[in-house]
């Protein structure tokens, strides 16, 4: 599979003697993740490739195997493996195979010739079958898209479909993906698709002048996409490749404002790009720009009627899930009738505005995401769409600011007994209202024990100057104990996690371990058989998949039971056997938060909770690497 005929393992197991001295065949099986048994046969393998004057693997019934290497062209040709990474690449690739997903992705929507499955399979050191199993993967990736693999004799593969959709699937998984820039490949990718910061800055510079001169509003994530796309436009039109738009559509789009002034603008980014547009790539460039603008004025929705049929369900569907009014939100509605017309057209001319900070706001936000899935869930049942991930971000940009003007605290009420004098006793008064802000708190004044005692629901936590021995305060603090105002905030700020019932929702059966596989239908599919294992959900025949997840980025899926094969409150949390790619991103960790009803109390908690703990790289590291429960529940919990 290489120059002298060996395979990726025998290539490992040379450099690995090579590099490190004497070493026993369970450590190299340990190194390559395979048995012993295999090694040996690896190692008569080597033997039978290379005379003794060239190379020697010496074994020792004690030491190990140790290696001589006399040929000066074969030590240049380890050399330069190790120099250029490539040997640590071939063994990521071997061991993850989201990274040869990537690669096999890159590489078909780069290449304009089919490609040769045992090419392909020479180049990331794995066998066909191995291959084989990746490229469904691919065939997954490229579905979202319409994309299809072809296949051909004695030609290859290649991909086949709307050149539209070809360069949204450019834009997401080698423009923006968080794989693109594998260290090992960055020089050939920049090559191939002759990427240019500095050009794609010019493009925006642009856009910006062309959305002034057509007094339209469009974002600064719509900017950097639109030049994108642009930029993807030019190298895609230099290789012949030209989108597909109507004659209709060009006739109808030639008329507006915006069209004439973007054609003032089109000769600067063709000399720019090196690249002449049609009017068919003008008219793409167009449809980028109006789709991905902001709609500021009610009178440019031309379905307005539609739009208000729909929020009124979203409102009805919210109400009946959570128990949450909003729709009184004046704002919220506003921003919605202008918001949801724009992305149902965006949708639906598959020109789709990526969100850069989707993950972020997905981890941050998990209550409001779950309230966001119901709205989404009517919404697409009226338009009859499917609304994409980053979409998908930006409602939930309007939800969370509906929840956050909704969000009303209880009071925090703070008890107090002095059994000191007058003077001291308005003394650490006036500390405690210097400390605590007079509308979130209210502190309230007992002369006796047993007058606190009556009114011991009421209060939060109790403050006294010396200890207090009653039973009916969950919380007390004790002045003479020091650092008093410390432990109230403390109190303050775990209120709402006292009020938890953390035995409810959380034991060790349920941090579950070691499940694998390759694809989101094994796992999802595993979980679902371990929470009916757990008593937990029943079996039920399903026509989809039995829960919706969100990637929410530090390597966490957030499942949410949107299909109520849950029957009991759980917090469940599964930790994968290795790495697996999902949907945009490479993930390890997967959580379901599953309370009695979507509008109980306990979901908030639950969700900041988790939040918390999602947002935190190093905790969930913790987890990846220990798969303790006490450890992780000590995490957790430190709210």
């Known amino acids: 599979m290489d120059k002298y005929d060996l395979t990726r393992r025998q290539i490992i197991i040379i450099n690995s003697l090579y590099k490190k001295g004497t070493l026993t065949s369970l450590e190299l099986s340990l190194i390559l993740n395979v048995s012993v048994r295999t090694i040996k046969y690896e190692i008569k393998g080597i033997r039978g490739k290379f005379r003794k004057e060239l190379l020697e693997i010496v074994s020792s019934s004690r030491k190990g195997y140790r290696i001589i290497i006399r040929d000066k062209d074969f030590l240049n040709y380890l050399e330069e493996l190790n120099s250029s990474n490539k040997i640590k690449f071939m063994d990521k690739l071997h061991k993850n195979n989201y990274e040869r997903v990537f690669y096999i992705l890159r590489k078909i929507l780069t290449e304009d010739d089919y490609l040769k499955l045992e090419d392909l399979s020479k180049e990331l050191y794995v066998s066909i079958s191995t291959l084989d199993q990746d490229i469904k993967e691919v065939k997954r990736l490229l579905n979202k898209y319409e994309l299809k693999i072809i296949s051909k004799p004695y030609y290859g593969i290649t991909v086949m479909g709307p050149e539209l959709n070809k360069r949204l699937c450019i834009s997401e998984y080698i423009f923006h993906n968080e794989m693109m820039f594998i260290n090992q490949y960055m020089n050939r990718d920049m090559e191939d698709l002759e990427l240019s910061v500095e050009k794609i800055q010019k493009i925006e510079n642009t856009v910006r002048e ?38 209709d559509v060009e ?98 001319n598959n020109l789709i505005v990526r969100n850069p900070v989707i993950h972020e706001n997905l981890r941050k936000y998990l209550y409001a995401t779950k309230v966001t899935v119901s709205a989404v869930d009517v919404i697409e049942n009226y338009y009859k769409v499917s609304i994409p991930l980053d979409e998908f971000g930006y409602l939930l940009f309007y939800f969370n600011m509906a929840l956050f003007n909704l969000k009303k605290k209880k009071p925090f009420k703070i008890g107090f007994i002095s059994s000191r004098g007058r003077a001291e006793s308005i ?213």
């Open 251 to 348: 006739q109808r789009i030639s008329k507006k404002p915006l069209y004439r002034i973007l054609t003032i603008y089109i000769k600067e980014l063709e000399e720019l790009l090196e690249s002449k547009f049609s009017r068919k790539e003008i008219a793409y460039i167009y449809m980028n720009i109006d789709s991905k603008r902001i709609v500021s004025k009610e009178e440019e929705i031309t379905n307005y009627i539609d739009v208000e049929i729909v929020l009124d369900e979203v409102f009805k569907e919210i109400y009946n899930n959570f128990d949450i009014d909003i729709s009184r939100d004046k704002t919220l509605r506003k921003y919605l009738k202008l918001h949801i017309p724009q992305m149902i057209k965006r949708i639906r």
């Open 427 to 639: 003394m650490y008064q006036n500390e405690l209202r210097e400390n605590f802000n007079f509308n979130e708190t209210s502190i309230i004044t007992f002369n006796t024990v047993k007058e606190a005692e009556e009114k011991s629901s009421e209060i939060d936590v109790l403050v006294s100057t010396s200890n207090i021995q009653s039973e009916l305060f969950k919380h007390k603090v004790s002045i003479e104990e020091g650092a008093y105002i410390e432990k109230v905030q403390e109190y303050l700020r775990r209120r709402e996690l006292y009020s938890l019932d953390i035995d409810k929702y959380f034991c060790k059966d349920y941090l579950i371990t070691g499940i694998k596989g390759n694809s989101r239908k094994e796992i999802l599919k595993q979980i679902y058989t371990k929470l009916i294992e757990l008593k937990v959900a029943k079996r039920k025949e399903l026509s989809k998949m039995p829960f919706v997840s969100h990637e929410i980025g530090n390597r966490v899926v957030n499942l949410q039971d949107l299909y109520k094969v849950c029957h009991k409150e759980v917090c469940l949390i599964v930790v994968l056997e290795k790495p697996i790619l999902w949907e945009k991103s490479i993930v390890e960790v997967f959580f379901l938060i599953k309370t009695k009803k979507d509008g109980d109390k306990d979901l908030f908690i639950l969700c900041d909770l988790f939040s918390k703990f999602a947002s935190d790289k190093e905790k969930i590291k913790d987890l990846i690497d220990k798969k303790d429960y006490e450890s992780f529940m000590k995490d957790i919990l430190e709210y």
């Open 210 to 247: 062309v959305s002034l001169k057509s007094n339209i509003l469009i974002s600064d994530f719509s900017i950097k996409n639109i030049s994108i796309h642009i930029f993807i436009a030019s190298i895609r039109n230099r290789k012949g490749h030209e989108i597909e738009v109507s004659k």
